[in-house]
């Protein structure tokens, strides 16, 4: 195997495991078998017993990281670079809005909602990159993952839709921030899949068959391929790319 397309010798957090279906435990599970060194987090206590099973399998550390509170993003980096010795990428895989507002209309949403939305689901990148960044010394990249109602108003897709453009954008500054430290910067934008993010959507199933009736390849992207595009981006392989959001969606984004 070319080494540019290998993990062998990378070492990575990756952040947002919340059980056997979400984004971030696939991209734990294809790093860990592509020769990545890996640490992991799940939101809080009542998480673990869905995440311990799966990270004690792949052979890796869990620790719990709620990032509304304050200090537990900054322990979890320190935690991970004292095991890892320092770190060659970083995987965002966080999303959440209180119900009340993602359920309602836009125009509806509280202040204090909107502003949880937008700390937990993007700020909470730049907070992990500012940790991050100081202990990448040779580089590395840092992966969110965003979706399609950050460029297009998609149904009952509600707060999220305006929290995800604002996670784009910041991608894109990042990108510009950190690239004199040869740290490259990236959003995924997967297709809908049944993670237990999503199904805090209303009409979450409804979403799933339009994007199926909707997408050249007329079915859902499954966790292993999003996986797959985010193991690429922090391989050498992409050392030429940042700044970027890229999908994997079966095309759902691009057709009429």
Known sequence: MNPVFQLSGKRGLIVG??????????????AVQQG?????SCANEKALKYVQPLTDELGVTLHTCNVEEEGQLEALVEKAVAELGGLDFVV?????????DLHGKTINSSSDGFARAMDVSCHSFARLAKLAAPHMNQ????????????????????????VKAALESLVRYMALELGEKNIRVHAISPGPILTRAASGISQFDELMQHAIDKSPLHRLVTLDEIAALNTFLITDAASGMTGQTLYVDAGCHMAA
């Open 17 to 30: 495991l919340a059980n056997d279906l979400s984004i971030a435990y696939g991209c734990a599970r294809m």
């Open 36 to 40: 990545a060194s890996v640490v992991t």
């Open 92 to 100: 965002h895989s966080i999303a959440w809005a209180p119900l009340a």
């Open 139 to 162: 580089g590395g990249t840092m992966v969110t993952m965003s979706y399609l109602g950050a460029s297009e108003a998609v149904p009952n897709y509600g707060i999220m839709g305006p």
